[in-house]
Structure formats: structure tokens, C-alpha cells
């Protein structure tokens, strides 16, 4: 998901100030990798437990329910904190931010290794989440400052490394589990983390055109004069419902496959994730169908299209259920480019503040289907978990064409 995220979230945060110095030295080759590797340290961690749910749950003797309240422990913190980061980096700097977040971010990483207990396992992953927004919030408007000119490129290598970061989390886990353990393999991550922290702290250029901003006050009225606008609420529900729907799909499948008549093992659970990287074509598509189709329409097939991929899964054969998964991730995708098109074209001031407002939705949406499809899934299995996940596909509908198509596009 990140290569959706991070993309749209540009069209939210980068009207930035005129008055603001560019750069006109291009990037060097260690700056492009930096900021490519701050990505993927960023969404190492986010997902990661996915690939190893089935162990986690025999391991930790958790149940259904407390499995998915540790997979929704670090969406709901990034959730909680994606609002605020901004202004606070806005006040206090960006290096620092970034910095300082990655090397937060390796001590609960860390921990998560030496965790006896899922209630411990959700203590950390929720410290993940609350390191997460320092990371890839701040790193934005610092591409925005320091790279303007070159800011097609430096975004897409940022893109780049999210993406890879995103994936690898689940594909290193789980093949980590089967060589050497899960909780080593989570030492093995910390310390990537804490070496990549250290490396951006040694290559990533200090600010130049950074300008401390001390109305903190007007920002905070800007924050809260969009919540009384029907546009942003209106895309934060319909968020909200899309990653409900994408974590409880991509959480409970890796359960359902480990099961009875797949068996799958963790290596091969990971390997599943390599779907996410179908991002990088498919986002590219989405603009195309805006264009041609306007933003709402684009969304209503998108969604249409991500219930069809769930319903798709409820068959036996693997190679079936993996088409079924492609197809709901991609309309995942597709619904993620038009909705941020769609707060884009509606809101003319505080445009990253709306960007946090989207994001605070859009987790919290993610860590409320974490723990809603655990019930499911406890009471039904994968069928009830797809009837869930049906139901709040149908609502995204609702929100779509009562609230938002009404809108001049």
C-alpha cells in the first residue's frame, strides 16, 4: 500500500510556500539512496506480523481476537499521531524528526523479539506505530523544502523504498521464522533499523530551506475547521473503510491458508505478499481512469471491483484465491489514488493538515478491521471474515454515492 499512500499524500502536503528557497544542486547518488532507504525502513515494521500470524498464535497461546488487536495495534498509533506530526515538525525541525523517529523505532522493533505474551506483542507494535508518522510524515515535507526542483525523482525513489519496505517486512519475517526463528529474526530487523538510522543521520543533508513555523494556534483552527468539511469526512470514512477491509483481508488469509486444506508455511505466506508490488502498475492506471472516468466513478468501480476479489477467495483452489487477492488489492489501489485526487480538488487551504486529518481515518479504519475481523474469524472463520469485509466494501459504496458523487467533481 505504501506506493499509494505516499504518492497521493504529495498531492496533499507539497503546496508549499513560494517564498521558499530551491535547491540547484541535483541530488547526489548517496542522497537519492537515503531518502529511498528512509521509505523502507519506515514500512519494514508496519505489516511485518502478517507472514507470522499462525505462529505468533500458537506461540504466545493468543486467541483470534488478540492476534488482531496486535495487528492493529500499530495502525491505530500512526492513526493517533499522523494528525499532530506535522505541526510539530513544522515547530522543532525535519532531520531531527526523521532521525530520531528511526532510531525510536528500532527499541520496540527489538523488543518484539523478547515478547512472552500477545498483550506484551501489542505494547510494542503500538510504540512502532507512534515512531511511524515521525518518519514519513516529516520526510515528505522535507522532499518538498530541499528538493523542489528535483521533485519528481526524489518522491519516486521515496516511493520506491516503501513499497520494497512494505513487502519486505512480511517476505523477511517469515523466511526469517524458518531459518532462524521469529525473534531473532526481529532482532535482525532492529538492528537494520538502528544501522539505517545512523546512516541517515550521516548522509541526509541537514535543512536549508526549512522555516520554523510558530503560529501553532492557527494550524490547530485549520485542523479542526476540516472536520466540518463534508469533502474531507466524507474521504475519511470512505479510507477508513477501504484499509478495514485491506487488513482484515491480508491479516485473516494468511490464518485461513495455514489451515486445513492449504497448510501453508510461514516462507510461503510471505511469499504471497509479492501482490503488493502489483502498486507500481497499478497506480500509474488509476490516474488514467480518473482522467477519462472523473474521480467518484473511478472510485465506485474500484471498490466493486476489491468485493468481487474477497468474494473470489471464499473458493478452494490456491491459484484462485491468489487471483482473487490480486484483484482486491488492486482495487484497493486504484480507490486510494481517485480518494486523495478527490480531497485534493476539494480543499484549498491546510491542504497537509487534511492529508493528516485523511491518514488519522484511514489507520484508524485499518486497526478497527484488525480487531473486528478477529471476531469473525473466531466465530465464522474465513467465511464469516469475507462477510465482514463485504459488508463494509458496501458501505465504502454508500459513502461514495450518497456523500461524495453529489460533489462537482
Known amino acids: 500500500m505504501a506506493i499509494v499512500h505516499f504518492c497521493l499524500m504529495l498531492k496533499l502536503s507539497l503546496p508549499i510556500n513560494n517564498n521558499i528557497t530551491m535547491t540547484t544542486t541535483a541530488p547526489t547518488f548517496v542522497q537519492k539512496f537515503t531518502v529511498a532507504m528512509i521509505g523502507f525502513f519506515a514500512f519494514l515494521q508496519v505489516y511485518s506480523v502478517q507472514a ?10 493468543a486467541s483470534e481476537v488478540q492476534i488482531g488487536i496486535a495487528v492493529g495495534a500499530t495502525v491505530m498509533a500512526i ?3 499522523s494528525p499532530f506530526m506535522g505541526m510539530l515538525s513544522d515547530a522543532f525541525g525535519r532531520k531531527r524528526f526523521i532521525v530520531g523517529s528511526l532510531l525510536l523505532l528500532a527499541i520496540p522493533t527489538l523488543m518484539i523479539g523478547m515478547a512472552n505474551s500477545v498483550d506484551g506483542l501489542s505494547f510494542w507494535r503500538f510504540l512502532q506505530g507512534l515512531s511511524v508518522p515521525g518518519i514519513t510524515v516529516v520526510l515528505i515535507a522535507y522532499i518538498g523544502e530541499e528538493y523542489k526542483d528535483h521533485l519528481a525523482t526524489m518522491m519516486s525513489l521515496y516511493v520506491a523504498g516503501t513499497v520494497l519496505g512494505g513487502f519486505s517486512g512480511r517476505f523477511f519475517a517469515g523466511h526469517l521464522h524458518e531459518l532462524i526463528g521469529w525473534r531473532s529474526g526481529y532482532v535482525v ?3 537494520l533499523t538502528l544501522v539505517g538510522a545512523v546512516w541517515v543521520l550521516k548522509t541526509l543533508p541537514t535543512s536549508i530551506n526549512f522555516k520554523k513555523s510558530e503560529n501553532f494556534s492557527k494550524a490547530l ?5 476540516h472536520t466540518k468539511n463534508r469533502h474531507v469526512m466524507s474521504a475519511c470514512l470512505l479510507g477508513g473503510c ?3 477491509s485491506l487488513v482484515g483481508c491480508f491479516t485473516f488469509i494468511n490464518l485461513h491458508l495455514s489451515e ?4 501453508l508455511s510461514a516462507s510461503q505466506l510471505a511469499n504471497i505478499f509479492a501482490l503488493y508490488l502489483i502498486g507500481m ?14 474521480m467518484t466513478n473511478t472510485i ?3 471498490v466493486s471491483c476489491s468485493m468481487m476479489g474477497v468474494l473470489i477467495t471464499l473458493t478452494t483452489p490456491l491459484w484462485l484465491i491468489i487471483v482473487g487477492l490480486t484483484v482486491m488489492s488492486s482495487g484497493v489501489f486504484i480507490t486510494q489514488s481517485a480518494t486523495i485526487s478527490y480531497i485534493a480538488s476539494h480543499v484549498n487551504e491546510g491542504r497537509s493538515l487534511a492529508s493528516g486529518l485523511y491518514y488519522m481515518g484511514y489507520y484508524g479504519g485499518g486497526s478497527i478491521g484488525a480487531w473486528v475481523c478477529a471476531i469473525a474469524y473466531k466465530y465464522g472463520q474465513w467465511t464469516y471474515t469475507v462477510m465482514t469485509i463485504a459488508i463494509v466494501q458496501v458501505m465504502a459504496l454508500a459513502v461514495v454515492m450518497l456523500l461524495m458523487k453529489k460533489a462537482k467533481e
Request: glycine letters at 4%.
Open 52 to 61: 507470522i500470524l499462525p505462529i505468533l498464535k500458537t506461540d504466545l497461546n
Open 79 to 81: 492513526a493517533m499521531m
Open 189 to 191: 530487523m532492529a538492528f
Open 221 to 225: 483552527r485549520t485542523l479542526l475547521s
Open 242 to 244: 477501504v484499509l478495514f
Open 260 to 263: 486445513n486444506p492449504h497448510h
Open 281 to 294: 502498475v497499478i497506480t500509474p492506471l488509476s490516474g488514467k481512469l480518473i482522467a477519462r472516468f472523473g
Open 300 to 302: 465506485i468501480f474500484a
